[in-house]
């Protein structure tokens, strides 16, 4: 069974990029993965993916990660706000995206496990969307930078510090 790619529906807001040293690949950021090993993927076949964990085998790093090209774009976007960790606000000069979620185990087990394996809209087989690459393989890197207005839009978050803070204090009341 063929997969749609939505890369082209990713592009309205997965810009800009910066390009990034492999060892500073993290949890819960998005990355343009343009070459591995020999291989180059640009255009609608470059590999954008979600990052999960990293895990060492047999002395190889190895970087686990969803391959988002076959997702639709609106189940990304639900697992972010899931992921979201409200206590850290959406300021102008917020770090990334993985400083804005909650924090898991380095290898990514609990994420996985509790937010990824049974959501068949973001990994299954038919997507066929799991990857593991090895981080000495990986050759040109680029992080995706959500622009701080545009990312507030995506997970429906125009709030201030101040509101977030109200909204804890209400809902710890």
């Not at 990986?138 to 545009?150: A, D, G, P, R, W």
């Amino acid at each position: 069974m063929a997969t749609t790619n939505y890369i082209n529906q990713y592009l309205e807001f997965l810009k800009p990029e910066r390009r990034v040293a492999k060892n500073q690949m993290k949890q819960g950021n998005i990355y343009r993965i343009v070459r591995y090993g020999g291989d180059t993927a640009r255009g609608i076949n470059a590999r954008y993916v979600f990052v999960i964990g990293r895990v060492v085998d047999k002395g190889n790093i190895k970087i686990h990660c969803i391959k988002i090209n076959n997702i639709k774009p609106p189940f990304l976007i639900n697992l972010l706000k899931r992921l979201r960790d409200k206590s850290k606000p959406i300021t102008k000069d917020y770090k990334d995206l993985s400083s804005l979620l909650k924090s898991f185990d380095a290898q990514g087990k609990r994420l996985f496990e509790g937010y990824i394996k049974n959501k068949t809209q973001i990994y299954s087989y038919e997507l066929g969307n799991y990857r593991t690459y090895f981080l000495d393989k990986l050759q040109y890197v680029s992080e995706v930078v959500f622009e701080y207005e545009e990312l507030g839009k995506l997970l429906n978050e125009n709030t201030t510090p101040e509101e977030v803070i109200k909204e804890d204090r209400n809902e710890n009341d």
